[in-house]
C-alpha cells in the first residue's frame, strides 16, 4: 500500500504542475491583455517607466494563472484513474486503493494491490503527463495582435495638454539681466542728447 501511495504522490505533484504551466498560459493571454491596455493609457497620458509596468504585468498575470491551477489539490484516487486511463489498467490501480484503504489485510484486495504495485513500477509517470501551454486558435494570436497594435500606434498629440511651464536656467537669468541693463542704459543715453533748437528769420 505505501508503495502506491508514493507513486501516486508522485503522480499527484506532477498533474498539479501540469496544470499550473496549462493555467499560466491563460495568464499569459491576461498578460497581453493587461500589456495592451498600458500601453493604450500611455497614448494618451505619459505612465512612468511603462516597460517596467508591462514587464510586471505580465510576470504577475504568469505567476496567478500558474499559482492557481497548481496549488489546487488533486486525491490519490483521482490520480489513480488517471493512471487507470493512461496505462490501460482497467480500473486496477483505483480499484487497489480504494478496497486497499478500507481492509488491507483481505485476501482479494491484498492480491490486487500486489498487482497494482507490480505496474506502477512499470510506468514511468512523467511519459504519462503533458506539460504544454494551451494554444488557442483565436485569442493568443489576437491578444498578441493588438498588443503590437498598441505598440506601434504614435502617442496623441500634446497640443490639447495643460503647456507646462519652460525652465529657465541660471545663467540665462544673468544673460537677460544684462541685456534689460544694457538696454535701459542706451534708453538713458538717448534721454540725456540735447535737442537743437532752429531760429527761424524772415527777411523782408
Not at 53 to 60: A, G, K, W
Not at 138 to 148: D, K, R, S
Amino acid at each position: 500500500m505505501k508503495t502506491i501511495e508514493k507513486h501516486l504522490k508522485k503522480l499527484s505533484f506532477l498533474l498539479r504542475l501540469a496544470r499550473g504551466i496549462n493555467t499560466a498560459g491563460i495568464g499569459l493571454a491576461a498578460g497581453f491583455l493587461a500589456g495592451a491596455l498600458s500601453l493604450a493609457i500611455n497614448k494618451f497620458t505619459d505612465l512612468p517607466n511603462i516597460g517596467l509596468i508591462i514587464i510586471l504585468e505580465f510576470i504577475i498575470a504568469v505567476t496567478i494563472g500558474f499559482a492557481i491551477g497548481f496549488f489546487r489539490r488533486i486525491s490519490f484516487l483521482a490520480a489513480a484513474a488517471y493512471l487507470d486511463k493512461m496505462a490501460g489498467a482497467k480500473e486496477l490501480i483505483s480499484t487497489a486503493y480504494e478496497y486497499g484503504l478500507k481492509d488491507p489485510t483481505d485476501v482479494a484486495t491484498n492480491w490486487n494491490l500486489q498487482r497494482a504495485e507490480a505496474t506502477l513500477r512499470s510506468l514511468n509517470l512523467s511519459s504519462l503527463v503533458s506539460y504544454r501551454i494551451p494554444y488557442r486558435k483565436w485569442y493568443h494570436p489576437m491578444l498578441l495582435l493588438i498588443f503590437i497594435i498598441f505598440y506601434f500606434i504614435p502617442p496623441v498629440s500634446s497640443s490639447g495638454r495643460k503647456n507646462k511651464p519652460a525652465k529657465i536656467l541660471p545663467h540665462q537669468l544673468s544673460q537677460l539681466a544684462n541685456m534689460a541693463h544694457q538696454i535701459k542704459t542706451l534708453s538713458d543715453s538717448k534721454n540725456q542728447i540735447p535737442s537743437k533748437r532752429y531760429r527761424v528769420t524772415s527777411n523782408y
